[in-house]
């Protein structure tokens, strides 16, 4: 069994920052991407950021130049630098991990962190 545990999250006031962390523990042989995804009050979940093996990233349009996205391959843990935060970036994010375990080819979630941006 594969556990993300996530923290992080918090009040910030528009235009500060904040890190999230996503660590994943258990029976992991190898990860083929970690991202974060967001969901506002009355929307879908929406893909914030991602991260392959290889290094690469991805980000959504609204939080390009402001997000980071990295990871420690040696932790199997996950980070979101949030900068310039915008009222609009309020939501409940969650870390997202798919990787091989003894359960085979899998998707995992964390339990999800309140980010909220206040103006």
């Known amino acids: 069994q594969v556990q993300l545990v996530e923290s992080g999250g918090g009040l910030v006031q528009a235009g500060g920052s904040l890190r999230l962390s996503c660590a994943a523990s258990g029976s992991i042989f190898s990860i083929n991407a970690m991202g974060w995804y967001r969901q506002a009050p009355g929307k879908q979940r929406e893909l914030v950021a991602v991260?392959?093996?290889?290094?690469?990233?991805n980000y959504a349009d609204s939080v390009k130049g402001r997000f980071t996205i990295s990871r420690d391959n040696a932790k199997n843990t996950v980070y979101l630098q949030m900068n310039s935060l915008k009222p609009e970036d309020t939501a409940v994010y969650y870390c997202n991990i798919n990787c091989y375990s003894w359960d085979g080819l899998k998707d995992y979630w964390g339990q999800g962190t309140q980010v909220t941006v206040s103006s």
């Open positions: 991260i392959i093996s290889g290094g690469s990233s």
